[in-house]
C-alpha cells in the first residue's frame, strides 16, 4: 500500500516568511498527526485530527501555526509569521482510530529551515 | 500523559544481541506498550507492540515485565541498518482518542 506522502521535502524560507506543509495519507486512516521534530529531540505532536475535526492541538502555537485537513483526507500545515525557532523536521503520520493496539504510519518529514 | 524512561544511547557490535530497556512505572491496565525507530534522515517506523504477554515478529522480540512497570526491546542479532533511534511509547486513550506522545529514546550505536 502507499504511504505517508508529504511535500515538500525541504524548504529554506526568511523569518516572518510563510510557509505551508502538505500530508496525503494512507487512504482509510482517519487519525492524522501533525509533529515537530527539533534536531536532537523526539517529535512533538503538534495536532491531532480524527477525520476533518480537531481532538488535540494543546501543543499547537496558535498565534503562527494553522492547520486544516478538509474532507478528513489531506491535510495542510502553515506558519505564518516564520521564527528562526520553527527550524524543524514536520512530520505527518495516519492511524486507524479508536484502537490503541495499531500502528501509525509515518511519512518522511519536511526539512524547514528559517534564516 | 503516562511516562517513559529510556537510557539516552547504547552500543553494541554487529551480530549481537541487544537489549533496550524501558520503565514505565504509571503505566494503566489499558495501555499498550508501542516501540518504534528512526533511521537517520527518516520519519520514525512501527517495530513492534504488546499489553501483556512477550510478542514476536520479523523485526523484534518484546519482553513486557510481569507487573508491566517495565519492558525490553531485543533486537536478536544487531545489523548496522539496525543503528536508530528507539522510542518506546505508552499507547493510551485520553478523551476516546488515542495519543502517540514520543519521549527522548535511545540512541543505538552499532559497531562492525
Known amino acids: 500500500e502507499a504511504g505517508v506522502a508529504q511535500s515538500p521535502r525541504y524548504k529554506i524560507i526568511e523569518k516572518r516568511q510563510s510557509v505551508a506543509f502538505w500530508c496525503n495519507p494512507i487512504?482509510?486512516?482517519?487519525?492524522l498527526y501533525w509533529y515537530q521534530q527539533i534536531l536532537g529531540q523526539g517529535p512533538k505532536l503538534l495536532i491531532q485530527f480524527q477525520n476533518n475535526g480537531v481532538v488535540d492541538d494543546s501543543q499547537l502555537p496558535k498565534d503562527r501555526f494553522s492547520a486544516e485537513r478538509l474532507k478528513g483526507v489531506d491535510s495542510t500545515l502553515k506558519i505564518q509569521p516564520a521564527k528562526l525557532e520553527d527550524s524543524a523536521v514536520y512530520l505527518c503520520?495516519?492511524?486507524?482510530?479508536?484502537?490503541?493496539?495499531?500502528?501509525?504510519?509515518f511519512g518522511q518529514g519536511t526539512r524547514l529551515t528559517v534564516v | 500523559d503516562a511516562k517513559t524512561t529510556q537510557p539516552n544511547s547504547m552500543e553494541s557490535n554487529e551480530e549481537e544481541p541487544v537489549h533496550l530497556p524501558c520503565n514505565h512505572s504509571t503505566i494503566s491496565g489499558t495501555d499498550y506498550i508501542h516501540w518504534y525507530r528512526q533511521l537517520p534522515s527518516q520519519g520514525p517506523e512501527y517495530v513492534i507492540h504488546g499489553l501483556t504477554s512477550n510478542v514476536n515478529n520479523r523485526m523484534a522480540s518484546l519482553a513486557i515485565a510481569e507487573d508491566r512497570k517495565s519492558s525490553t526491546l531485543i533486537l536478536h542479532r544487531a545489523t548496522l541498518r539496525d543503528a536508530a533511534v528507539y522510542y518506546c511509547i505508552l499507547r493510551e486513550t485520553d478523551t476516546g482518542f488515542q495519543k502517540l506522545v514520543f519521549g527522548t529514546g535511545t540512541r543505538l550505536l552499532v559497531s562492525p
Open positions: 487512504s482509510g486512516h482517519a487519525t
Open positions: 503520520a495516519s492511524s486507524q482510530p479508536f484502537q490503541r493496539n495499531t500502528e501509525a504510519f
